[in-house]
C-alpha cells in the first residue's frame, strides 16, 4: 500500500465528511491479515469520523460482518482460514446488502474478475492510496443507496411488471407476495431493466452505468450477474421470461411483462 506523508499527516477530516453531524458514524469493517495496512486504513478511516473494526482471517471476517452489520466492508483477498473470495460469496449469500471492496495484492485481472463475479462492488490493487481508497468507499456506500443512473431516486414511483414489483425508494423488489433479497448491483441491474422494458442494454454499457467504472475484458462479470439474478427471480431460470438475452449483445428486460 502506498502511504504517503500525506496521508498519514494531514487529518482527513478537512475533506472527508462520511457523516453529518447529527447522523451516526460510517461502520467500516477491515478483514486485513497484514498489521501494517489494517493499522493504517483504521488509523485514517478513525480519523476521518468513521467507527473502524478490523479482523485478521475470514471466518472472523465473516461472523463480524454478520454480527455487526457494517455499512461497508474493506476485503483482502489473500486471507487465513477462508479466502477473500470466499468471504465475499458467503456475504452475498447472508448479508445481501453490505457494500463490499476488494483488496488484490497483485495487478492479476483473474482475482479481478473472480471478486467481481463474486459480488464484490469494487476493488482495488496494492500498494493503494489511502485517500483513492477512502474515495471508492464513499463511491459505493452512494451506489448502495441510490440506484444507478438515477437521480432523486426517494421520489420515484414503484415499478410493476406483471406479478414483480420494484419499490426504488425502499430498494425492495417483491414477486406476488414472496420478497426477493438482491445484492446491490442485482438490484440495480433489474431496476435498470425493468424501467426500460424492450430496450436492449449491451454489456459494455452495463458495466459503466452499474459499476461506475471501466472494467474493460469483464464482459462474464454481467453474464455471472445475471445468472445470479434469474436463479431470484425466474420460475424457469433456465428458460427466463423476464431477463432475456440479446445474443452477442446483451439483455433486455421482456416487453410482454
Keep these: 500500500m502506498t502511504t504517503t506523508a500525506t496521508d498519514r499527516q494531514k487529518n482527513p477530516r478537512e475533506n472527508s465528511h462520511p457523516t453529518e453531524p447529527s447522523e451516526r458514524k460510517v461502520s467500516l469493517l477491515v478483514v486485513e491479515d497484514d498489521e501494517n495496512i489494517s ?5 485514517y478511516f478513525s480519523r476521518a469520523g468513521y467507527n ?11 461472523k463480524t460482518a454478520m ?3 457494517p455499512d461497508a466492508v474493506v476485503l483482502d483477498i489473500m486471507l487465513p482460514k477462508m479466502d477473500g473470495l470466499a468471504v465475499c460469496r458467503e456475504l452475498r449469500e447472508k448479508a445481501n446488502h453490505v457494500p463490499i471492496l476488494m483488496l ?13 463475479e463474486m459480488g464484490a462492488d469494487d476493488y482495488i490493487t496494492k500498494p493503494f492510496s489511502l485517500r483513492e481508497l477512502e474515495a471508492r468507499i464513499k463511491t459505493v456506500l452512494r451506489r448502495s443507496k441510490t440506484p444507478a443512473g438515477v437521480d432523486g ?3 420515484e414511483a414503484p415499478i410493476s411488471r406483471g406479478n414483480l414489483r420494484i419499490d426504488p425508494a425502499r430498494r425492495e423488489v417483491t414477486i406476488g407476495e414472496r420478497q426477493v433479497d ?5 438490484f440495480d441491474l433489474l431496476r435498470l431493466f425493468a424501467a426500460n422494458p424492450g430496450r436492449v442494454f449491451p454489456r459494455k454499457y452495463l458495466l459503466e452505468k452499474i ?9 462474464r462479470t454481467i453474464d455471472s450477474h445475471i445468472n445470479r439474478l434469474r436463479a431470484k427471480i425466474e420460475d424457469n431460470p433456465e428458460n427466463p421470461q423476464m431477463v432475456l ?4 449483445i446483451g439483455y433486455k428486460f421482456s416487453d410482454e411483462q
Design 39 to 43: 493499522s493504517a486504513i483504521s488509523e
Design 52 to 62: 473502524v473494526k478490523t479482523v485478521e482471517d475470514g471466518l472472523m471476517g465473516v
Design 67 to 69: 454480527d455487526e452489520s
Design 104 to 116: 488484490t495484492a497483485k495487478d492479476d485481472v483473474v482475482d479481478k474478475v473472480l471478486g467481481l
Design 153 to 155: 431516486a426517494k421520489d
Design 182 to 186: 438482491l445484492t446491490p448491483k442485482e
Design 211 to 219: 459499476w461506475d467504472y471501466s472494467y474493460e475484458g469483464y464482459d
Design 245 to 248: 438475452t440479446v445474443w452477442g
